[in-house]
């Protein structure tokens, strides 16, 4: 892709994508806004109860609180009762479920709960609306090629993320055939699936919105060796880029940043990451009897032998 039509995405914008998916990814959030658009912004709120039966009178008052904190939502109160009317933000949010459909109808299975595009925008959006899944999938994406959890967990990811929580979400993302683990045990290597590779347009489209509705994330939580990845979207000067390595052969949609660690220092954490491996291979649990030593050779004493 040409360098003018990309955007270095950072760490704390991944953290701000990530905001963005709390936002609209919750349950219903879309199926509201959809409702909302279609009956030109405003409905009072007895009639959109009408239109979401399957939600019972709290969970919807619920909902569009959250909604109107967000800014997704305004709430006014008349003589025939409150109404609610889509902010700009909450309309541009619909712009944004098309990319996610899109990649949710080609790369999930059909919805568990819920008909038509909307449930599969919402479980696309529930599948990444989770700590740290956009900061993950970006980290894997820079890499370029299947890597180690070690190899990203102190240069990419949020500063004192906690190796078991890593662990946790690579499960969950390999589960949602985002990741793939190749190897063997105590060697496994991540890295992201062709599905995995698809939500660049996606994360496009999120990117977007986000920059227009949400203040930049706090880097506060970011470690100061910082390395980004690119995601398409027309936004702030993009600093010179590095050639990124592809999965599989297929030219990864992500790139790597010319802020990204140097050979040497990838060469550092990857030999670091193999002796921990090789301590933890040793450590293995075994019923055989442990070796004992051979006892000590007698001395013999002249003395009293000639006693004897």
């Known amino acids: 892709m040409p360098a003018s039509t990309s955007v270095v995405l950072t760490r704390p914008q991944a953290q701000r994508l990530q905001n963005a998916l709390s936002i609209l990814g919750p349950q219903n959030t879309i199926s509201v806004l959809r409702r909302l658009k279609r009956s030109g912004d405003t409905l009072p709120v007895t009639e959109l109860a009408e239109q979401t039966p399957w939600m019972s009178e709290g969970q919807l008052a619920s909902r569009l609180a959250a909604m109107e904190e967000d800014g997704l939502l305004t709430r006014s109160s008349g003589a025939a009762g409150t ?14 479920q098309i990319p996610f459909t899109q990649w949710a109808s080609a790369h999930q299975q059909a919805p568990q709960t819920g008909t038509g595009l909307g449930a599969y925008t919402e479980q696309a959006l ?8 956009v900061a993950t999938i970006m980290a894997l994406a820079a890499e370029g090629e299947p890597v180690y959890p070690s190899e990203i967990l102190d240069t990419t990811l949020p500063a ?9 979400r690579l499960a969950q993302l390999q589960e949602a055939g985002i990741v793939e683990r190749t190897g063997t045990a105590r060697n496994y290597l991540y890295g992201l699936t062709p599905a995995g590779q698809a939500l660049s347009e996606p994360l496009k489209a999120l990117t977007k919105w986000a920059q227009r509705h949400l203040p930049p994330a706090d880097r506060s939580s970011w470690p100061a060796h910082s390395t ?4 398409h979207a027309p ?9 990124a390595r592809s999965v599989a052969g297929t030219p990864a949609p992500f790139h790597a940043a010319a802020v990204s660690p140097s050979p040497a220092e990838r060469a550092s954490v990857r030999a670091q990451a193999a002796s921990l491996r090789s301590v933890a291979a040793a450590l293995v649990f075994s019923h055989e009897p442990a070796p004992q030593p051979a006892p000590p050779t007698p001395v013999a004493n002249s003395t009293a032998a000639q006693r004897r």
Not at 84 to 96: D, I, S
Not at 160 to 168: R, V
């Open 126 to 133: 529930a599948t990444l609306n989770r700590t740290h899944s």
């Open 160 to 168: 004192g993320m906690h190796p078991g929580n890593l662990y946790q």
């Open 83 to 96: 109404a609610v009317t889509l902010t700009r933000a909450g309309r541009e949010a619909l712009f944004v």
């Open 235 to 243: 936004a702030e000067p993009a600093p010179r880029a590095v050639p």
């Open 228 to 231: 980004s990845t690119r995601v």
